[in-house]
Every structure is written in structure tokens, then in C-alpha cells.
């Protein structure tokens, strides 16, 4: 059987991701672009047709290829060393004029090269007609008209493919002035590529340095700035002859939708209006489907306690299977509705193209911060979980903008945060109060993360931030099929990454809350027990300075919600009597103040492992974990001594 | 007969302008970024809207729509269309 590989090359936003999805459906891997501190994402699946194998990369969306961003880098190393057999370059038919640029480029590095144009459809009702038969001979490479979304032209497109096209002799040609200096140059370099990306960018040899410097006093301007004059210049000659624009076309769509969606008066009230949507419906349509698997984890327990009993298996084995692996994976597994809920719903967001206007509506705030626009989408995920939250800080240009971002994420309450809120919160706080306390708590989170972002930029990560400037893509109708692969990917990757740390990490906790041998599960006489009685005076100013707190915070490590099931094993006692047992160890100022203390202390251990494989610095990591504690302690303590001195206590 | 070369910041929602070049110093980074989006000599800018804090501005250039900060836009000079 033959074998064809087959890379997607394109803007961001132009359906590249979608046509791969279309392509190879779910039979495809996530992988991580290798040699990189920094992850991004491998997209690599493959389809067969006819007798062919079509090994299918997708590549990041780039604006050009100059190689001086990370996804840039990534996509011209890929594409210069590892040579694909045909390049299927995705181009976005509304907007032509700038999809072309990265087009001539490839066209310029010699590869063979299909143009699939993209969303005719959207381009017919703007009164965009193109004519791909001129298109394809001006540019020397086939052109076929696609619809990613659905079926449209994929047949054709796949033939194509097949044909193994040859590469363009088409190549941009610039003016006379430049092409002599390019021959000049060709003769050092080796290629014409690489002899167009030194004059663009410069190089340390002083001859070339002097062609750049003639250059600049030639045409009066940088070499770049000459470069991409012409580029553009030679796009604007071939849509010229190819396309036409009739009169008859609807004005922009979204600039229209944007006059409203980011305007002075609507732009936060729809924003807040989104958001609070969205949690409802996460919340709401999540519960129940949390109880039911809540449930099964404990019916699943039960039956194991049952089975292992009548085959006499020792007391430990038991405490091991319910305790230890049914637990610690029923408690991660138990947010996965939400988590794909949330996903979900993002997915529809983003896919649309508002989480875009989101950054861009933020940046004012996020901008004083030394952060991006940008940065407020992994806060925004945080809520959810901070696993995918933190790896969504992946989208940020600068490292300094991701490290921040990655710090201040975590105190942004998760899910798991909630159920601890929800108990202590029942228990001390009655009536219209109780929605006030939990509203507290999330807006703490946010004005930590706020607080503590402003400090680090004043201190670790100084410097001002990336420059902004951000597409913001057509709004479009997201498609079922995308977003359900979209956030299916996400949730997996947030399962996958949670069970990679959870499983060692439940068999550490169960050994600490089982040993010595004999003692009660998690009880103050086992390891952890003792190491909470160790610590639990440290917490005496914060208001809860007694073990089984210090327990609790011990085994919230795990997942924070696990200090629930704490508190239960603690005091021997089932969830009903658990409001008398804490009624007498807290009081509702102490109360507030351990919520607090949970909602801001080092996050989860899975969320901790993907900090450290975000950042690849265990370093980072650990500071992350103490100065977070630290936080933790000082807010908590503001708050308890404070409430003292009010007379709350 | 030539304009008054002014900055992008300058120009108010719903006027257009044409781009002439960027002010010394700008960013190299930066710049190669702006120019790959289109904003080259000559080429049309449109500024659409400003986000609800009064900033970054909401411009269109080549059909497509960006947004860039206020005192990032200052670096491009441009004439009133």
C-alpha cells in the first residue's frame, strides 16, 4: 500500500483544524511538537483512499513564515526537514487577500502545494467570486473549493492530493532591484528561501549586512517593511485578475454584530450575561449527572467491600480497593460532566469567535496587569478546572506572559473547590447570606489572582508585556461535530493527565492514611493523622488550629474536595451528623476563614504536575506550591484576626 | 496634495486612513508581525470601534478585522483618508 504525507498549512481561523477533523474523523493522535520547553500541539491522523494511506499533519495556524514565533518556527522546521510529499495549504475565501501571503511563501519554498479555498459560502454572500481556474494558473498549483464543515469538494480535494502535485514554477517575483540582490545573496545562502529570509531579517555576515543597509537606502524603508510591500503588491496583482467584488454583496456581517458585541454600553452586561450562563447551565445540567456517578463510585465501593469480604481478602486489601483506587478515581472521575460541560460550552464560544472579543474586552484590565487579553481565557477555565486551565495558557506569545498567567490560574476556584464550600457553607451560613459567602469566595479568587499577578510583575517577572494585536475572526455558526471533537479532546487530555498523577498519588495517600498497620483509615493515628496534629498549630491563628483540619488541608492535596470525605472519616461520622460535629469545632468566622484557606493553598497535585509540564521547571513548581501557601495563610489570617477585632468571633 | 502624516491612535471610529509607515524604533518583532497582517505602505486601515474601555481599537485592514492596542497603534503612521 502506498503512503502519502499530508500537511495542513494555513492561517489561524481558516477551517484547518476543522478539515483535518473532516479528514481523518477521530482516528487521530495528539501529540507534542518535539525539542520544545514549551508544548504545542502534534495533530497527526491518517485516512485511507483507495490504496493509499494519507498520513495527515496538522500544522499551527500561522500568519506567515518567517519563523519568528514559536507556531511559525514549528511549522517552517516541519516543513523544510521532514519534507511532506504534498502541502494542503486551507485559505479562508472571505478574507483571500491575507491568506495568500503565507500561500506565495510556501509557493516561494518550493513545495508541492494545493490550494483548498474555504468557506465559499460565506464568501458568495459577501459578493466575493472567484475564479479558481485563473487562480490556479497565475499561482501554478491546483485549486479546489472546499467546505470544511461539511463534504463540499472533498472528493476533489483528495484527488488532488493523490496527484501528487508538482511544486509551483509560479514564484513571486520582486522588483529588479531586489531580485539581483537575492541572486547576490542565493550565491552565500544555498536557496532562494533562505536568501529572502536574511535580507528580511539580517544575519551576522557584514556583506549581507551591507546589501540590507543598500536596500533600506534604496527604497527608503527597512527590508521588511520593502518585502512585505511587494508580497502584498503581488497578491493584490493576482486577485485582480482572478476576483471580483459584486455590488450587490452584504456589508461585513460581523463588523456589524462587533458594533454591539464590544460596544461602550453592552459589551460587559452581554459579557457577564455569557458568563453567567454558562455556569448555570454547567452547574444545573452537571449535578445530576454527578450524583448518579457519585453514586455508582459508591455502590461500586460497596460491592467490592461485599466480594472481597466473603473471599476473606485481608481488611487492608479492602481498605486499598474502596479507599484508596475506587476513591481517589471516583473523585476525579465525578467532574468530568462538568468539566466536559464546560468544555462544551467554551468550545461554542470560541468556535463562534466571542472568546476572541472576551480578550479583547478584558486587555484594558489585563493589560495593567502586564498581561494579555489573552490571559483572562485560562483565568476564565480556571473556574472548571485547573488542569485544561492551565494548559490553555499555551496560546499566550510571550514565556513571561505564560508563567504569570500559569501562577495566577490556580486561584481561580475550580470545581472541586465547591463541594467544600457547599458544606461549610450549609452549615454556618443561613438564608439570602449563603449565596453572598459562596459569591465572596469566587471574587477572592479573582482579586488574588489579580493581586498576586500585579507583584509578580513587579518583582520575578518584570517587563512590559507582548505588544496586542489579535484577529478577530468572522462570527460563525460553530458546528456540532467540531465542538463535540473539540471539547471531547480536551476532556480526554484532562483524564488522561489527572490519571497519570492520580493513580501514584492515591496509593501515597492511602499508604500515609493507612500505616501503621491496623490503624483506621485516614484516623489521628495514622501517618497523616500525625503529621496533621504535627501542623495544626500553625493554623491556630488562621482560627483552626486543631488535627483534624490539619488532616483535612493534608488529604485536600489529593483533589480539594477530598477534605469533605475528610472531615467524615475524621469524626467517625456520616454526612447528616457531620453539621453537629463541626458546629462545635468551628465557628462561622472560622469557618470562612478555613474556605478561604482551601479556595487560595497550593492546588491539587494534578493541577501541581501540570504546572511542571507547562513550565518544565520543578524550580518554578515549587515555588508556585509555597508562595501559594503562603498567600493562603496571610489572607486567611487577615481575615480571622481581623474578624476578631470586628467582634465577629 | 499631501496630509498631515498622523498616528493610528489619532483616528476616530468610523473614519479610514492610509498607512505610510511606522515611527523609528518600533519593535522589530512587532513590525514584521503588523506588516504579515497587511498594514504595509499605502494600504487601508478602517477604524471600526473601540472596545468598551476605550481600548485597544478595533481596526479593519485587508477585510479582516484586529485589534491592537492604543499605544501600540501609535508606532503606525497614517494619513486621513
Redesign the interface.
Known sequence: MKKITVALAGNPNCGKTTLFNNLTGMRHHVGNWPGKTVTVERKEGRTVYDDTTLEIVDLPGTYSLSGRSLEEEIAVTYLQNEKPDVVVNIVDAGHLERNLYVTIQLIELGLPLVLALNMNRYADSEGIVINTKLLSEMLGIPVVKIEAIDDTGKDKLIKEILARPAPSKKSIRYNRELEEHIAETEKKTGSRWTAVQTLIHGSDDSQIETVRKHITDVFGTNPQEVFADQRYGYIAGVLHEAVSRMEAGKKNQSERIDRIITSKWFGFPIFLGIMYLTFQIVFTLGAPIMDLIDQGFGILSELAAAGLAASLAPEWVTSLVCNGIIGGFGSVIVFLPNIFLLFLLLAILEDSGYLARVAVIMDRIMHKLGLHGKSFIPMILGFGCSVPAIMAARTLETKRERYLTILITPFMSCGARLPVYLLLVGIFFAGWSQGLVMFSLYLLGILVALTTGLLLRKTLFKGESSAFVLEMPPYRLPTIKGVLIHAGERSWEFLRKAGVIIFPAVLLMWLLASLPFGVEYASSESLIGMAGSAIAPVFAPLGFGFAEAGVAILMGLLAKEVVVGAFGTLYGVGDEALGDVLMNVFTPLSAYSFMVFILLYMPCLAAMFTIKQETGSWKLTGLAAVGMCVIAGIVSFIIYQGGVLLGFA | MQNESVRLCDIPSGSSASVI??TNGT????????????L??G?CVNV?????????M?I??????????KE?AADIKVVAA
Open positions: 509607515g511606522f519593535n522589530n518583532g512587532f513590525q514584521s508581525r503588523l506588516l504579515e497582517l497587511g504595509t505602505r494600504s471600526t470601534g473601540f472596545a468598551p474601555l476605550g481600548d485597544p478595533i479593519s485592514v485587508r477585510g479582516c478585522q484586529l485589534a491592537i492596542r501600540d
